[in-house]
C-alpha cells in the first residue's frame, strides 16, 4: 500500500528556516517524480515544487523560487522541501503528492502544518 | 503559464440533483491533462479524473469528466450526501501545476 508521511513542520519567525521531509513507501519511489503541494488555512490549493525522478528536472512556483529547494534522495525514498526566508503567507499545510495522474495514481500524504509568525 | 478559472464559486445543490462544475484555462492544456480533485475539510485532496474525462480507480461512475482545449467540466450526475465538498481543477500538461480556485459544493 502507497504511503506518503510528511514530518518537519511547526513554528518559525518571519525570516527563518524550516526543512520538510517525506518518507514514502509501498512503491518504487526513483521511478515517480515527486511534488509538493500547500494550502493556506481556509485557502485553495496551490502547487509548489515538482522534482523528476532523478532529480535532473526541477521547477517552482515563483511565490517560492529563490527561497524554497526540493530535493530527493532515492535511496532512503525521501522527498524534502528546504525552506529559507519564510514568510507569513507561507504559512500553510504542506502536501507532498506523487507525480502520477494514471488510473491508479494521485497519491498525497496527509500534510505537515507550517506556521510562520513571530 | 497557465491560468485555470473554476465556476461558479459556490454550487448549492440538493441530494439527487445534477452538479456540474467549470474549469476555464487561459491557453490551451497541453493533451487535455487535466485532474479533478475532491477535498473535504481536514483531509488531503481525492484523486478523480485524469486525462480530463478518465476516471481514477475506484472512483463512482457518477463522476465524469468531459471537455478540452480550454473549457472543461467535471459532472456529478446524483448528488450523494458524501459529495458535497470542495473541487479543484488542476493541470499538469506544463509547468506551474496550476489549480483552479475551487468550486465549493454545499447542500440547498
Known amino acids: 500500500e502507497v504511503h506518503l508521511v510528511e514530518s518537519g513542520g511547526g513554528l518559525v519567525q518571519p525570516g527563518g528556516s524550516l526543512r520538510l521531509s517525506c518518507a514514502a513507501s509501498?512503491?518504487?519511489?526513483?521511478?515517480?517524480?515527486m511534488n509538493w503541494v500547500r494550502q493556506a488555512p481556509g485557502k485553495g490549493l496551490e502547487w509548489v515544487a515538482y522534482?523528476?525522478?532523478?532529480?535532473?528536472?526541477?521547477y517552482y512556483a515563483d511565490s517560492v523560487k529563490g527561497r524554497f529547494t526540493i530535493s530527493r534522495d532515492n535511496a532512503k525514498s525521501s522527498l524534502y522541501l528546504q525552506m529559507n526566508s519564510l514568510r507569513d503567507e507561507d504559512t500553510a499545510v504542506y502536501y507532498c503528492?506523487?507525480?502520477?495522474?494514471?488510473?491508479?495514481?494521485?497519491?498525497w500524504g496527509q500534510g505537515t502544518l507550517v506556521t510562520v509568525s513571530s | 503559464e497557465i491560468v485555470l478559472t473554476q465556476s461558479p464559486g459556490t454550487l448549492s445543490l440538493s441530494p439527487g440533483e445534477r452538479g456540474t462544475l467549470s474549469c476555464r484555462a487561459s491557453?490551451?492544456?497541453?493533451?487535455?491533462?487535466l485532474a479533478w480533485y475532491q477535498q473535504k475539510p481536514g483531509q488531503a485532496p481525492r484523486f478523480l479524473i485524469y486525462?480530463?474525462?478518465r476516471r481514477a480507480a475506484g472512483i463512482p461512475d457518477r463522476f465524469s469528466g468531459s471537455g478540452s482545449g480550454t473549457d472543461f467540466t467535471l459532472t456529478i450526475s446524483r448528488l450523494e450526501p458524501e459529495d458535497f465538498a470542495v473541487y479543484y481543477c488542476?493541470?499538469?500538461?506544463?509547468?506551474?501545476?496550476?489549480f483552479g480556485q475551487g468550486t465549493k459544493l454545499e447542500i440547498k
Open positions: 503528492a506523487r507525480h502520477d495522474y494514471g488510473d491508479y495514481g494521485g497519491f
Open positions: 509501498g512503491f518504487t519511489f526513483s521511478s515517480y517524480s
Open positions: 522534482i523528476y525522478t532523478s532529480g535532473s528536472t526541477i
Open positions: 491557453q490551451s492544456v497541453s493533451s487535455n491533462y
Open positions: 486525462g480530463a474525462s
Open positions: 488542476q493541470q499538469y500538461g506544463s509547468s506551474p501545476f496550476a
